[in-house]
Nanobody
Framework: VQLQASGGGLVQAGGSLRLSCVAS????????VGWFRQAPGKEREFVAA????????YYADSVKGRFTISRNNVKNMVYLQMNSLKPDDTAVYYC????????????????WGQGTQVTVSS
């Protein structure tokens, strides 16, 4: 599986963006998927994860209630709907996938896409 993220941009605080991640490979539906982000000068951190079936989702406390992760296994797509954006959400966002878990630990994820920049102005 290979991943490619898109949809980042510049938005004002309070606004919304939807990130997309397209996956290649016929086994994508077997993978759990996730989003991570890395702000300038900070380590990459967990944002959200979704199981292969879409039945269970997990969120960082900082985005819970504002962000929603979803997937379309027919289209091989993963989405991150981001609402009520804050300047603290400014970061490069990465989509990721793995077979075994939905861990919040970056090291547990085996497949990564390139990042897409999200900038939230105050």
């Amino acid at each position: 599986v290979q991943l490619q993220a898109s949809g980042g941009g510049l938005v004002q605080a309070g606004g919304s963006l939807r990130l997309s991640c397209v996956a290649s490979g016929r086994t994508f539906s077997r993978y759990n998927v996730g989003w991570f982000r890395q702000a300038p000068g900070k380590e990459r951190e967990f944002v959200a994860a979704l199981t292969w079936s879409g039945g269970s989702s997990y969120y960082a406390d900082s985005v819970k209630g504002r962000f929603t992760i979803s997937r379309n296994n027919v289209k091989n797509m993963v989405y991150l709907q981001m609402n009520s954006l804050k300047p603290d959400d400014t970061a490069v966002y990465y989509c990721a996938a793995n077979i075994d878990s939905t861990s919040r630990a970056e090291s547990e994820w085996s497949v990564w896409g390139q990042g897409t920049q999200v900038t939230v102005s105050s």
